[in-house]
């Protein structure tokens, strides 16, 4: 499944991230909808779910993100829904870790 996000805010750092692996930080933008898969090996056998998904957060809760690489490039986001059949576009597209 798929969890669609608006960044709220997001660290200076993530606009100075220029390792080549790592430039699509910079393209992170406050308002910008973000479409985030929850895929293997990242979901929870258990409750077949990802962690930080936001499957409790409903309307104005503020989550918490942080970057794979570069913990320094972090914010916030709010959940807007989620889809259990993922049609992510190409650009603002993540996978949960």
């Known amino acids: ?7 709220e805010s997001l ?3 993530c606009a100075l991230e220029t390792r080549p692996y790592a430039r699509w ?10 479409c985030v898969a929850c895929q293997p090996p ?7 779910r990802c962690s930080g998904d936001g499957h409790d ?3 104005d809760k ?4 942080e970057a794979i690489g570069n ?8 959940k807007i829904r989620q889809l259990e059949h ?8 993540f996978i949960f870790t």
């Open 42 to 48: 990242a979901i929870n056998t258990g409750t077949q």
């Open 25 to 34: 930080m910079q393209y992170l933008r406050e308002g910008h909808t973000v």
């Open 1 to 7: 499944y798929c969890v669609e996000f608006r960044t």
């Open 86 to 93: 993922c049609s992510c576009p190409l650009v603002h597209s």
């Open 62 to 65: 503020i989550l918490h993100w």
């Open 71 to 78: 913990s320094q490039c972090q914010g916030t986001w709010k």
């Open 57 to 59: 957060a409903h309307g």
């Open 11 to 13: 660290s200076q750092h």
